[in-house]
């Protein structure tokens, strides 16, 4: 069954301390992996979208990378206000259109 | 700014009440999305309009509905809400199908007394 996993579920980083998080999928033939930042009360903002593996994208202190199984969103020098939630989605092999979410990253940094 | 908006932003209805949530864009997207978020979850597509074409997901309940009117707006109406119906309702718009970026708007925080 088509799935994606993200891992940790939550992660508490000190201002500055840079770290990872991943998102695996189990989706063949890949049509594009979706990051999205969402605040806490609020609806999902866009990040980045990656369609083949070796891709990567670059936005402020976040970048994105892509690999068959998986994608990371590392993040460099966090500040405070990169506490969110980040969740990682992926269109499901299928013509179907229930883009797969997977349950999100809860992100704290700590000044 | 192009933006998906939503109204209201919080909404309190009786259980058994029927209520509608509104959403609009200004991105001219052919698709528009209704998710149904609840803490701690990842949204959960309720059902989708590809321009008129209605989609509604094997697993959404028979009492939400929906109506776009015209490209810009998208209604949810849920015809008799029932406490388990309490979360976030996230409309969304993207240019195509799944394998474009899909924009959030706000979202809109339902409670059920």
């Known amino acids: 069954e088509d799935q994606v996993t993200q891992s940790p579920e939550a992660l508490r980083l000190q201002e500055g301390e840079s770290s990872s998080l991943n998102c695996s999928y189990t989706v063949s033939g890949l049509r594009g992996l979706f990051w999205y930042r969402q605040d806490p009360g609020k609806g999902p903002e866009f990040l980045f979208t990656?369609?083949?593996a070796g891709e990567e994208k670059e936005k402020e202190r976040l970048k994105a990378t892509l690999t068959k199984k998986e994608s990371f969103l590392h993040i460099t020098a966090p500040k405070p206000e990169d506490s969110a939630t980040y969740l990682c989605a992926v269109p499901p092999r299928t013509g179907a259109n229930n883009l797969f979410f997977g349950t999100g990253t809860r992100l704290t940094v700590i000044p | 700014d192009a933006m998906v908006i939503q109204n209201p932003r919080y909404q309190v209805t009786q259980f058994g009440k029927p209520v509608t949530l509104s959403c609009s864009q200004t991105l001219n997207h052919n698709v528009m999305y209704w998710y149904q978020q609840k803490s701690s979850q990842a949204p959960k597509l309720l059902f989708h309009?590809?321009?008129?074409?209605?989609?509604n997901e094997a697993d959404t309940p028979d009492n939400f509905q929906s109506r776009r009117p015209n490209t810009s707006f998208c209604f949810l109406d849920i015809r008799s809400p029932g406490l388990g119906d309490a979360a976030m309702y996230l409309c969304a718009t993207s240019r195509g199908g799944v394998t474009y970026e899909q924009y959030f708007g706000p979202g809109t925080r339902l409670t059920v007394t």
């Open positions: 309009y590809y321009d008129k074409d209605f989609n």
């Open positions: 990656l369609y083949s």
